[in-house]
Every structure is written in C-alpha cells, then in structure tokens.
C-alpha cells in the first residue's frame, strides 16, 4: 500500500494563476502544480520500490485531498513500471485533462475507486476542463447530511460529517457506498420550476449545484455529440466553469428560442446560488455575461476549497 498525504497549509494550486500544464508520468497533460510535487519525491519513489524486494502483486495507490491527486500519479507511474495497481481516492481534486483520465482508466480497468462527498469543495476544484479518473460506475459519493457546500464535508475527523464515519464501518461494502446523485425535480419541466422544489435557502445549496450541473450537461448535448463528449465527464453533481463553457452555452443559446431560455435559466440559477440578485442581467445573454457569471461561480468554489484545506480537515 502506498498512501500519500494531503497537505495541512494553504493550497497554491487552488487559485487560477497557479494551474498550469505539464505532463505527467504517462505523457498526458496534468496539472503543474501536482506534477511538480509529484516529481519532488518520485526519486525517493524510485529507491523505495527498489527496497522491497520481489515485486509486488498488487500495489494499492490511497490519498486524501492533494494526497488523492498524488496517487492518481502515483499509480499512473506505477501502471508504466509494469506493476498492477489499484487507484483509492476521498476527496480529491481533478488532476489532468481528458485525455489523462481516460488513459488511467483504461489501463486499471476497474480498479478506480473514487470516494466524493457530494457537497465537498475539493472535489469540485480544479474545474473544467480537469476531470476525475473514474467512470460514473467507479464513483461513490457519500452524502455528510445537510444541503450546504461546506468545508466540514472535506473533514476526515470522525466528529465531522466527511469521511470518517462512511469509510470506517467495517460492516459496510464499496456497494454500501455506491448512493446515486439525487436529481432533484428531475427537469421534468424546466430549470426554473425545478429549482422550486428546493424552496427558498438556495445560498450554497449543493442540491442546486446539481440541478445546475445538470441543466449545462443537458443543454451542451443538444448542440452536437460531440458537444456532449466534451461535457459529459465534468457533471457528475459539480457545475465546471471556464471560457469553452461559457461559449458552448451562448452556442447554445444561437440555435433556438427554447435554448435561449434555458440558458438564461442557467445564469439566474447561478445568481440564486451565489447569493445574488440576476436583476434581469440574463435578459441580456453574452459571452460576457455568460463568462463572468461562470467565473464568480469557480471563485466561490475556489474559496471553499480553500476554507476546506486550511481547517486541516
């Protein structure tokens, strides 16, 4: 087993002007910030699996938070050694682009076990187009009660409502663990008679993130598949933000009246969970508008996270 720590000081790599590209131990593009840390102890790596003797048959990659982006590159490097790895993660953030993701996929085929609390900042940062390395099947979200996004969600103390309490219950299974992301209101009628559903505390509401999350996911696929390709791996309960999005969203937006709409749906549900009157702003539907908006979303996000690590979980 090969368990990597988080960090417990404030986190550079959760602001904009630290998250860069780099590649990573399997050529694929990941974030700057976690390769470097990667590649400041991967000699120490090195001399470690040459002490240990006869291979292992299986090497378990676990992580907490940066800890959690760590092994993703741990068992990245692990998996190009030549050795068969298992991938645990509790909170961790996004690591790589698409192209990343895919690959550690494909290459431990099925031994991605990715544990998210639903209402948790870390997982949800860096945002699109980072994204996770497991497929929905591999995901296990825990719900730590409430509908807030909180930093105590990210805890790993049995005393908060994180990580604890949901992975040490030796009675329970990984299937125990496996709780569907909630769709509330089901968009059965549109965005805005959904979100009625959840009544007026929307501030930080994590089920309207959802409900968010998945009005762009379903907008986006009506443009092409290939639209849908790009989006399909960055909403799994976690609305993304970044220029690409807010442009697809006013492409959108060009090809109908009804998408139009729907769009302006998106951008007043954003102001209600931001805390902010849209003052009729979504009327007037902008690549600007639509950009700003995404990117005060990623801010609070980002902040979150960051409240999240500093508490030291």
Known sequence: MLVTRGTDIAPDWLTDANVGLAL???????????????????????????QVGPPP?????VGHSLGGALANLNAALLHERGYTVCLYTLGAPRVGLYPFAKDLESKLRGRV???????????????????????KEDTYITHAGGTLINFESHSTDPS?????????????????LKHPIVNVGALNESLDDS?????????????????????????CSKISQGALLTTQRFFDGCAEAMDRLAEMLIVCATQSFVMKEEAKSIIRAIMKFLGRASSGAADQLTVGLVR?????LTAELQAKATLAITRRY
Do not use: E
């Open 57 to 61: 048959a299986v090497i378990h990659c």
């Open 292 to 296: 700003w908006a995404l990117s005060q």
């Open 195 to 219: 979100i009625k559903i959840l009544g007026t505390a929307l501030l930080f509401n994590g089920q309207l993130l959802v409900l968010i999350g998945q009005a762009i996911y379903l907008l």
């Open 24 to 50: 990573g131990p399997s050529s694929k593009l990941v974030h700057a910030g976690f390769n470097d840390t990667f590649l400041s102890y991967k000699t120490q790596l090195d001399v470690l699996l040459r």
């Open 160 to 176: 908060k409502p994180g990580y604890a309490v949901p992975m040490n219950n030796p009675a329970k299974s990984w299937a125990d």
């Open 113 to 135: 076990y990715r544990v998210a609390n639903r209402f948790d900042p870390v997982a949800m940062v860096p945002v699109f187009p980072f994204c996770h390395a497991a497929v």
